[in-house]
């Protein structure tokens, strides 16, 4: 990718916009070399480390309602 604009997808320009893609400081020069894997991880650990981020997700804090009253609400 370059750094202009309409060299970008649509899709690529929305999220952009949106702050969710950062378009790169500079062009990659095809001799580049990108970083290779860190390691093998066993695929039991990548199973645990993918459930407990469903299990992250599906968890629904709801605020603490003690106190109110003592913040100046009236009770109805």
Known sequence: MSNDP????EQEQQLVARGVL????RERK???ALPGPVGNIPDG???QV????????????VPPTRGL???GR???
């Open 74 to 76: 009236n009770k109805t």
């Open 69 to 71: 009253e003592s913040k």
């Open 22 to 25: 950062t378009p790169p400081l």
């Open 50 to 61: 993918w459930r407990e981020e469903r299990e992250d997700r599906c968890i629904v804090s």
């Open 6 to 9: 309409a060299d970008y997808s």
């Open 30 to 32: 095809p001799s580049d």
């Open 45 to 47: 650990v990548m199973k």
